[in-house]
């Protein structure tokens, strides 16, 4: 198996809700990440986990609370989003963190639409 | 800072002929580059990377890019374009950094 599997594939949520993102890899990698991409412009790392530690980009907003049950899968719970939020949500992973990663693996995305 | 730049917003090409899109890093020591292609609405998928080695690195869909130490660069080039070519293109470099990617179209 070599992909990362993104559900869901669409979200429409409102104001109030909580809702999860779900991504999931079975390749063995140890380090996962979420990014968030708007239209045209590249995709901004939001939160990295290696070896099921966290790492947070300190710029993005508590409402996005990323938890990593164990190495082949890691979620995105959203609470109380804005409508700024509704974007493309993209997850991946690699074998392991920095330049020596050999590359990442990405899901193909869920697109986040806030109402 | 550290990074990665493409030049070019946007590119046109026709169908069949040649490409090159542009990216230049800014790293003091050798950098690790990858190029990603990203189709309207999906994921990336990696075209191809360069750590060390031989500075012609060949990817997949026929692409190839050309690690140039004096000149700062690592285009990705590829012969004859197919109009599934058409898509976003990013250079990335050490930790992930994003240039600002290209946007190829295919004319008929």
């Known amino acids: 198996d070599t992909e990362v599997t993104q559900t869901p594939k669409h979200l429409v949520m409102g104001m109030t809700n909580k809702k999860s993102l779900k991504c999931e890899q079975h390749m063995g990698h140890r380090a996962m990440y979420w990014y968030k991409q708007k239209a045209k412009k590249p995709p901004e790392l939001m939160f990295v986990y290696s070896y099921e530690k966290l790492s947070i980009n300190e710029s993005v907003p508590s409402r996005f609370s990323p938890e990593c049950p164990n190495s082949s899968l890691l979620n995105l719970h959203l609470h109380a989003l804005q409508p700024e939020d509704s974007a493309l949500y993209l997850c991946?992973?690699?074998?392991?963190?920095?330049?020596?990663?050999?590359?990442?693996?990405f899901g193909s995305g869920t697109r986040l639409t806030v109402v | 800072a550290q990074s990665v730049t493409q030049p070019d917003i946007h590119i046109t090409v026709s169908e069949g002929a040649s490409l090159e899109l542009r990216c230049n890093y800014s790293y003091g020591a050798t950098p690790y580059l990858f190029w990603y292609v990203q189709s309207p609405g999906q994921g990336l998928q990696l075209l191809l990377k360069y750590f060390s080695g031989d500075t012609l690195v060949q990817g997949i869909k026929g692409f190839e890019a050309e690690f140039k130490r004096s000149q700062s660069s690592f285009n990705l080039r590829k012969p004859s374009v197919h109009w599934s070519d058409a898509a976003e293109y990013f250079c990335v470099g050490n930790d992930m950094r994003f240039g600002a990617g290209t946007r190829l179209t295919v004319k008929p």
């Open positions: 991946a992973s690699s074998q392991g963190r920095g330049p020596f990663n050999y590359g990442y693996t």
